[in-house]
């Protein structure tokens, strides 16, 4: 990988440039903008902050007087306040959205309100700017449902399983195509299980891991369903390197890449090495419960292959590694989750 690629934060690829992070309280977008903000580059966070939603004060608390925060919803701000946002930005960073899939079921115009109206404002606001903004979309691996091969690469067909999967589709559409015909060139990075310091633990809406580790802090049993599905995980720095890397070069723009792990494993398997991990613990196996199991899609791995070969990203972090950094974290701060 070539050493002007920004792949660390003591690399001033970033400094002084303007940046705006979508989601940025949430548990990506704050470990984003923390790496930015270190980096020099003078950023914007924007966040709706609703409860139900993964944004979060305590996740920028270390670096919050360092940037600019506006406390506004995509799905109804004022066309003029978003082209003030987005007006000047270098770089915009868009990891805004409704991310659970069971509430997408119970409650499809909510999602999508937050994750096509939400993202069609956002993309009308950068295409009447001057500027063209450089792009990232933060989509997601539900996009292929039920994988027919594993591991899944980018050609894998895209057949979502639920209504926020086929919103997030709708959404990766929108940005290649203002890419394609209004020239905002835009990347599409779909994202597997992104964990770390800063995730959702307090319900199930951004991964069931979070879920796992409160309950075992908590000293109750890791509530497994089933278990022997398959899955692969990425650390959140793992997936800011990738993320930088999308932005800052232009191979990426027009480009839809797979984010993925170091390895896959089974959740039972998963389960036994964060009890180890934590030093103490159990595990309780149960059947899914039906409304989960209807949009669950089974055995899921991906194929990086194309990021790996066009941008040179890879995951570096060590499942384990990962583990142990945010269990470590949330020993300290989870009364600031609950």
Known sequence: MSSSLPTS?????????????????????????????????????????????????????????????????????????????????????????????????ENPPVDLAFNCAAQLALLEACRKTRERARVVFA??????????????????????????????????????????????????????NTIGPGMRIRDARQTFLGVWMRQLLEGQPIDVWNGEQVRDFT?????VDAMLLAAALPQAHGRVFNLGGPCAIRLLDLAALLIEV????SQSVRPFPEDRRRIDIGDYHADFSRIRLELGWEPRISLRETLVRTLAYYEENLGHYL
């Open 235 to 239: 650390d959140v720095e793992d997936a």
């Open 278 to 281: 934590h030093g103490n613990g």
């Open 139 to 192: 989509s997601t691996r539900q996009i292929y449902g039920r994988p027919q091969y594993l591991p899944v690469d980018e050609k894998h067909p895209l057949q979502p399983v639920d209504i926020n999967g086929i919103h997030k589709v709708a959404a990766e559409n929108y940005h290649l195509l203002y890419s394609k015909v209004h020239g905002l060139p835009c990347t599409v990075l779909r994202l597997t």
């Open 9 to 105: 934060i003591d690399e001033d690829f970033f400094a002084n440039k303007a940046i705006l992070i979508t989601g940025g309280c949430g548990f990506i977008g704050s470990n984003l903008g923390r790496r930015l903000v270190s980096a020099g580059a003078r950023v914007e966070l924007l966040d709706c902050l609703v409860p139900e939603q993964g944004g979060c004060w305590r996740n920028i608390a270390d670096y919050r007087k360092r940037v600019r925060i506006h406390e506004v919803d995509l799905r109804d701000a004022a066309p003029s306040d978003l082209l003030s946002i987005v007006a000047g930005k270098d770089y915009i960073f868009n990891l805004a959205g409704q991310t659970s899939h069971l509430d997408s079921m």
